[in-house]
C-alpha cells in the first residue's frame, strides 16, 4: 500500500539534489509498505538505513558548506532519526517485522513536516545563496 502520497507543492523544493533524494526515499517508503514478505521488508529495510544516512549526510553537507543558519537544529534532527533506524533496524534485522512496519508508517508524516520546514528552510537558503552568487556576476 502506498504510505508516502508525493505531493509536487508540497514536497518538491526546487533544489535538483534534494528533490530526486527525496523522491527515492518515497519510493522506499512505499517499496516496504507494500513489502508482504518478511525478508524482502527486511532487505528494504536495510536499504532506506543506508539511503537516509547518505541523504541526511548530504544535506549536512550543503548546510556547512552554505552556511545554513539552522545547521545545529537541523543536524540535530537528522540525527535522531537515524538513532531510531539503527534501534528499529536491528529489531527489524531480528525478526521483529510488526515493530517495523509500526515505525515506517509513521515516516510519511515525519517526512512531510520536516520537508515543510528544516528542509524547506534549507531549499531556500540555497537557491538565495546561488541567486546571490548570480546577481554578483551579472554585475561585474
Ligand atoms: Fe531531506
Ligand atoms: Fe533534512
Redesign the pocket.
Known sequence: MTLLVWQEDRHRLGVDAMDETHLAFADLVNRLGEATDPAAFQALFAELSAHTEA??AE?DRLMAESGFPALVE?RG??RRVLGQIAQIGERVARGRIAMGRAWVAELPSWFDL?AAS??SA?AAHLKKASIGIAEKADVS
Request: a negative charge; hydrophobic letters at 30%; glycine letters at 0%.
Open positions: 541523504h541526511f544535506e537541523h534532527e537528522h520536516h528544516m528542509d534549507l
